[in-house]
């Protein structure tokens, strides 16, 4: 059994894989000592574990997986990976943008991948059928732009999405709503069909905290996978200890 953990600036995401397959997850405010003791505990199987994250960890964290696991590895820019990485800032990609194109990869070899995660900010990330990353871009993702109206105007309230809106909206706050879904759709419908006209075996990966909302809302056929790191995270863990 293998054990991926990914540690974000305000979540820590576990997912336990047997055969490939996940068979747990948990989710932490803040990963500790005492929960990854209790998921040990539980799954005695665990032989190997993989860290993703993106600050400093505790000691005795790093420790007790240690102590837990007969490999551990702690993803960095210089671990080994399944694909070839042609970004240009190895050191500043970051890694859970690398752990969901790995996943793409795993899931459809040897094909163009589009990873549309919308989270925080919005990343679109590319591997062609050659297995090259090739590189992406980032912009704000939906809450962010709600709180940079609100933040850099003085009379725009702070809203949150909604799934019934009109393109020509008649309110202010229609208006503010409208603006920043449609500017998500159009942005993604666009990125979409410029990659289509020049990789035609192209598929489309959305994930992410989003990715649900915009699913049905984007004109282009996509796949939805929110286990796109996990899946990534466990890829480059298989690869390093076969």
Not at 126 to 146: A, C, D, H, V
Not at 162 to 176: H, L, W
Not at 214 to 223: V, Y
């Amino acid at each position: 059994m293998n054990l991926t953990i990914d540690i974000g600036n305000t979540r820590s995401k576990i997912a336990i894989f047997k055969q490939n397959e996940i068979i747990e997850m948990v989710t932490e405010d803040e990963l500790s000592v005492s929960v990854l003791k209790e998921i040990f505990l539980k799954n005695p199987e665990i032989k190997f574990t993989i860290l993703s994250s993106v600050k400093d960890v505790d000691p005795e964290i790093i420790n007790l997986i240690k102590s837990k696991s007969d490999y551990f590895l702690d993803l960095n820019k210089d671990t080994p990976i399944p694909i070839e990485n042609l970004y240009k800032t190895k050191s500043t990609l970051g890694k859970d943008r690398l752990a969901a194109i790995i996943g793409a990869n795993n899931i459809f070899p040897n094909t163009s991948v589009l990873v549309i995660d919308m989270g925080t900010a919005i990343t679109f990330d590319f591997i062609n059928n050659k297995n090259q990353y090739l590189g992406g871009t980032i912009s704000p993702g939906m809450e962010m732009r709600f709180k940079a109206l609100n933040h850099f105007t003085e009379k725009l309230p702070l809203l949150n999405k909604k799934e019934d809106y009109n393109t020509i909206a008649e309110t202010t706050e229609d208006a503010i709503i409208s603006g920043v879904q449609n500017g998500i759709i159009f942005e993604t419908d666009s990125y979409i069909k410029k990659l289509k006209e020049k990789y035609e075996d192209l598929k489309v990966i959305l994930t992410g905290g989003d990715a649900i909302f915009f699913d049905k809302k984007l004109k282009n056929a996509i796949f939805v996978n929110l286990n796109l790191n996990y899946i990534g995270l466990n890829e480059i863990l298989e690869y390093n200890i076969r």
